[in-house]
């Protein structure tokens, strides 16, 4: 389809190349400009003007230079708006008032039940929404975009949980119109764990590798993939469901979904907390018990502060869970062959006794030469690369060919919400 | 870096994408560019002008119009140049002359041994390009560049071979150099599962899918994956070899590469033929023992001929690989999510048992959101997809955008083998 702008579209090429070296590769002047995009001297300097003069990029201090009139440095103007972002967990909602780098301006986080559905939950949502925007007076520019993750498969294009299996009430429901028609700014809405590698990629430990696997370990156990620096969400948009990859052949080990042997039923949240509340109930782990004994259900976290704290019983089902995400990644390993593979969510937090089992695992079972120079290590962003990457999310949305096309002649893409969907 | 070439670069970016409307998304007028590719009809109309000067597109038979002056056909120009092929098998050298389409001209196939190393391998396939070329009067233009497909994990970037299992003596080896000295073309290597991924995407089943991954079972096992429309090769270029992935945790399954319980030990060409021998040796099957009788040793083919006669065991060991190689792909549907999967390589070629027992096993495990749409089904292309998916491996190659920079303005990549070092 021909793009809604008087743009001609070879420029709309060359403004977007400008913008991504500027914004996402560190270019700095027009110099380094022409040598990252490969675009004529002329052709960078009449874009930059474009740019300039919609307030996308700023020209700010005098940098060094080898002789001869200096230069003026370049930036991406990460002031010209803002963006909200939500994060939504299984137990928890996290969300936040970022610029369009990403940078964090405001954040709170707030316990809640994402199986009360979505009239509850999109309520609770919108009052930490108002709640920042009423604060906000120094929130930078208008809003320019809405970012959403959520705990389960998401059809991408249309914003919309697909079956998602922790979200009763969930399936099909418009999460995208309901932000959109508050807000009248373009929503976008994706599964949590790819929100989560988008943050760790952009801002984390995974920044500068093409190739990686982000696990997070929850109530659940999912995956976000990055293939050749994008995200791949695969033909459903339910690429990354490891949970219930088949991992033993136990017939006692039955997972919520039916199937038997699966990932989550051995070594996700739930089934670690079960593990400690048996060890407590039966007296196997003195302290569990002595913690069970105060009232309150064992949870996974108890579990890894008492194996941190030397617990032995505690320290083998940590283990144990370990193994089992290992031997599940080694098969990913020899598949995808990541250069990178990243362990965060609310379980891996606590200690490196995980990590050792997963390292471990991996490392012994995976062929040598995808493990050659296999990195595998923690978040380094833990709860906040969900709205980092959301917000990342959305500015490259906001900035990609297709979507930019339809708002730069305005200077601001607020109000674009019904011109936004996004191809897959 | 800056581009090699006259051409502004913005004007390179629609000639790239101008050619792949045409040659890949069948554009066949001005009007159908304009609405393809968003650019403007002044752009389209100055790119395509050039295209047709330098001989890479024509201008055809007049088409029908809804009225007024009748658009001129525009075609791409397959025959501008030809393209040398060898996809090379544990087993086997296939090679084609190819017209910029992927056309087969000539083809030839020849029994060989890849584990003779290089040095007898390479001059066998020298021999045939050379028989091809001198019988080949006939082939359209100059030749443009060579592809190769080798059993075997690849550094794409260089060309090389990196430690492939069953490739004795190959591993580091200059096959790209090799054929570059020979022939003053530009040459690209890759895995032949990697090729034969690229033949199903372009001219097999796989056309129109952007999310697929593609299963060989030969004498070993291993798949080309296709993430978002582009093959993905992974961080060492080591990407889909899952013949090595654990299926099993019986301690008597060992595999060639030292591990227990590979996919491959249980379910490769070779576990085949030797459950077969075994089943002949021991009697058990009255038909294997009748061939075996004969004096020669039994083949994952005879096994595969036997089964479909309806002999029992036979039946059994196809039965078993299928269910393994199932196991195996459950998880990666999990994982990756594909829309279709592609069965093919020798072992595949026999019989419907192998697909059913691999159908059954990946419906019955895998994630019901992420085999809604899943297509299983053999390969269309069968011993050609290699060849066909190696010449469309150069063509791409010489029509991206860092490629075509460097000889749109001589008309010919002819002579350009220094200057190509595409980026991995």
């Known amino acids: 389809m021909p793009a809604q702008s008087q743009l001609a579209s070879e420029s709309l090429d060359a403004l977007v190349r400008i913008l991504d070296d500027v914004r996402l590769r560190g270019a700095r002047s ?42 003026r440095g370049l930036a991406f103007n990460e002031d010209a708006g803002h963006v909200l972002v939500a994060d939504l967990g299984a137990t928890s909602i ?13 954040h709170r986080a707030e316990r809640a039940q994402i199986d009360a559905g979505p009239d509850r939950v999109l309520a609770q ?34 914003g919309r949980p697909v079956s998602p299996p922790i979200m009763p009430g969930w399936d099909g429901y418009p999460v995208r119109e309901h932000f959109a028609a508050r807000h009248d700014v373009p929503v976008w809405v994706d599964n949590d764990v790819n929100v989560m590698a ?27 993939i990055i293939s050749d620096g994008r995200l791949h969400r695969g033909a459903q948009g339910s690429a990354g469901d490891v949970g219930h990859i088949q991992v033993s052949d136990d017939p006692a080990v039955v997972c919520r979904c039916g199937n038997r042997g699966c990932l989550e039923a051995l070594a996700g949240g739930a089934a670690i907390a079960r593990a400690g509340e048996a060890a407590a109930t039966d007296g196997t782990s003195v302290r569990l018990a002595a913690l069970r004994a105060t009232g309150r259900a064992i949870s996974a976290e108890d579990v890894a502060r008492e194996a941190a704290h030397g617990d032995p019983v505690a320290v083998d089902i940590l283990q144990s869970a370990g193994h089992h995400v290992g031997a599940m990644l080694a098969s990913i390993v020899n598949f995808f062959n990541p250069s990178l593979i990243v362990i965060g969510g609310g379980v891996s937090g606590s200690g490196d006794l995980l990590l050792a089992a997963i390292r471990q695992t991996v490392y012994g079972r995976s062929l040598p030469l995808a493990t050659r120079d296999l990195v595998i290590q923690r978040s380094s962003l833990a709860d906040r690369a969900g709205v980092i990457g959301a917000s990342a999310m959305v500015v490259d949305q906001l900035f990609s060919r297709e979507v930019l ?18 191809a897959a």
Chains 1, 2 share one sequence.
Not at 202 to 224: E, L, P, Y
């Open 30 to 71: 027009r110099s380094e400009l022409v040598a990252l995009s490969g675009l004529g001297r002329n052709v960078v300097s009449e874009r930059v003007a474009q740019l300039l003069e919609r307030g996308l990029l700023a020209e700010g201090a005098f940098r060094p230079s080898t002789g001869g009139r200096p230069p």
């Open 94 to 106: 996290d969300v936040a008032a970022t610029s369009l780098s990403g940078r964090l301006i405001r």
């Open 405 to 422: 096309a339809r708002w730069f002649d305005r200077g601001t893409p607020a109000g674009l919400r019904e011109a936004v969907e996004p």
């Open 125 to 158: 949502v919108d009052a930490l929404f108002d709640d920042l925007l009423r604060t906000g007076a120094d929130l930078p520019g208008r809003l320019w975009g809405i970012g959403i993750g959520v705990p389960g498969p998401v059809e991408f294009r249309t």
């Open 198 to 224: 988008l943050g760790e990629a952009r801002a984390g430990v995974a920044a500068g590798h093409a190739n990686v696997v982000v696990i997070k370990i929850g109530t659940g156990i999912g995956a976000g």
